[in-house]
């Protein structure tokens, strides 16, 4: 992928630094610091920074997944009025992540047209990836975090006293129950796709789309008696599973070759989508168009940049996930 080096960009196709024997390894994360509503220390003990009105910025695409998980909690706890958003192109350039137009940074930063002008921000000899969503603090010039784990578990409760919206979807009580999940699910199915669309061989290919189609066959029979992942809550964990979900049929289906089946082939995974699709204002964080656009323009796994005109899918086709509300229910 694009990336830096010692400060300086570097240009290259998407992933290119992050296969190793024909396989795709994602690469880490690399800042991790919190947000908490008076800014003492997190749980671990960490420095963290205080949840202030317009201090943060994300710095999002509609085409990303990890952004898009982002873009989800800030809608769902109330926080379009506290923190602003910057959407870039969909296409990934030779630049990387692209701005239409510059954008505000904040008063100790200079408008920006390419994300990486972030990181150098931040670090002036940052190496590595470039990537969203960036949780940007304003005051400060710097990024906060770049993990969307991190972030989405940030915006879940850093700006309750700001919002009143105590709605936890990472509850005490169930996390046992959502890290499980969460580790099978981004493992084969968020990271799973991926790691089928980039692979380099053959055998990395088969092995990653079967696995895919393994860990959506398990969900699938999961779904048929619970309402939501983690039983009686909807949870971060439905919400980090519906990002991959949205996609799979636009995108990771044709130009990443997990093509075993459709997810509209799933009856059980098909009308969760549709649930979660449907639910208050996530609608709004999703956009087919900068998906396809984004992910067909990738040049190493489609040359000619053709961007289909399909699938025709119907996200606000009614669900049929009512007839599991005793076995679901969700508590606010």
Same mark, same amino acid.
């Given at each position: 992928?694009?990336?830096?080096?010692?400060?300086?960009?570097?240009k290259?196709?998407?992933?290119?630094s992050?296969?190793?024997?024909?396989?795709?390894?994602?690469?880490?994360?690399?800042?991790?610091?919190?947000?908490?509503?008076?800014?003492?220390?997190d749980?671990?003990? !960490?420095? $963290?920074?205080?949840?202030?009105?317009?201090?943060?910025?994300?710095?999002?695409?509609?085409?990303?997944?990890?952004a898009?998980?982002?873009?989800?909690?800030?809608?769902?706890k109330?926080?379009?009025d506290?923190i602003?958003?910057?959407?870039?192109e969909?296409?990934?350039?030779? !630049?990387?992540?692209?701005?239409?137009?510059e954008?505000?940074?904040?008063?100790k930063?200079?408008?920006?047209?390419?994300?990486?002008?972030?990181?150098?921000?931040?670090?002036?000899?940052y190496?590595?990836?470039?990537?969203?969503?960036?949780?940007? %603090?304003?005051?400060?010039?710097?990024?906060?975090? !770049?993990?969307?784990?991190?972030?989405?578990?940030?915006?879940?409760?850093?700006f309750?006293?700001?919002?009143? %919206?105590?709605?936890?979807?990472?509850?005490?009580?169930?996390?046992?129950?959502? %890290?499980?999940?969460?580790?099978?699910?981004?493992?084969?199915? !968020?990271?799973?796709?991926?790691?089928?669309?980039? $692979?380099?061989?053959?055998?990395?290919y088969?092995?990653?789309?079967?696995?895919?189609?393994?860990?959506?066959?398990?969900?699938?029979?999961?779904?048929?008696?619970?309402?939501?992942? $983690?039983?009686?809550?909807l949870?971060?964990?439905?919400?980090?599973?519906?990002?991959?979900?949205?996609?799979?049929?636009?995108?990771?289906?044709?130009?990443?070759?997990c093509?075993?089946?459709?997810?509209?082939?799933?009856h059980?995974?098909?009308?969760?989508?549709?649930?979660?699709?449907?639910?208050?204002?996530?609608?709004?964080?999703?956009?087919?168009?900068?998906?396809?656009?984004?992910?067909?323009?990738?040049?190493?796994?489609?040359?000619?940049?053709i961007?289909?005109?399909?699938?025709?899918? %119907?996200?606000?086709?009614?669900?049929?996930?009512?007839?599991?509300?005793?076995?679901?229910?969700?508590?606010r």
């Amino acid at each position: 992928m694009p990336a830096l080096v010692n400060g300086q960009w570097v240009k290259g196709d998407v992933a290119a630094s992050e296969i190793s024997g024909g396989a795709f390894h994602r690469e880490a994360t690399h800042f991790h610091r919190w947000i908490t509503p008076d800014g003492r220390p997190d749980a671990q003990g !960490n420095p $963290a920074l205080p949840a202030e009105p317009g201090r943060y910025q994300l710095f999002v695409s509609y085409l990303c997944p990890w952004a898009s998980r982002t873009l989800i909690f800030r809608k769902l706890k109330g926080l379009s009025d506290i923190i602003r958003i910057s959407v870039a192109e969909p296409a990934i350039g030779e !630049n990387g992540w692209t701005f239409a137009v510059e954008q505000d940074a904040g008063p100790k930063a200079p408008p920006i047209r390419y994300l990486h002008q972030l990181y150098t921000q931040s670090e002036p000899s940052y190496t590595g990836k470039v990537s969203v969503p960036v949780l940007w %603090d304003r005051v400060e010039g710097r990024i906060v975090n !770049n993990e969307s784990a991190d972030i989405i578990r940030i915006l879940n409760t850093a700006f309750d006293g700001l919002t009143g %919206d105590n709605h936890d979807y990472y509850p005490e009580q169930l996390r046992p129950q959502i %890290d499980h999940w969460n580790g099978m699910i981004y493992e084969n199915i !968020n990271n799973g796709v991926y790691r089928a669309g980039f $692979a380099k061989s053959q055998q990395a290919y088969e092995e990653a789309a079967t696995r895919v189609f393994e860990a959506l066959d398990r969900v699938e029979a999961h779904l048929e008696d619970h309402r939501y992942i $983690a039983g009686q809550h909807l949870t971060e964990a439905d919400w980090r599973l519906f990002v991959t979900l949205v996609r799979f049929d636009a995108a990771y289906h044709g130009v990443f070759k997990c093509n075993i089946r459709r997810l509209s082939d799933y009856h059980n995974l098909s009308n969760y989508m549709r649930e979660l699709y449907q639910w208050q204002d996530v609608r709004g964080t999703v956009k087919i168009d900068h998906i396809k656009a984004g992910y067909y323009s990738i040049a190493h796994v489609n040359p000619t940049g053709i961007i289909p005109l399909g699938p025709l899918v %119907d996200f606000d086709a009614p669900h049929d996930r009512e007839r599991l509300l005793g076995k679901g229910v969700v508590c606010r």
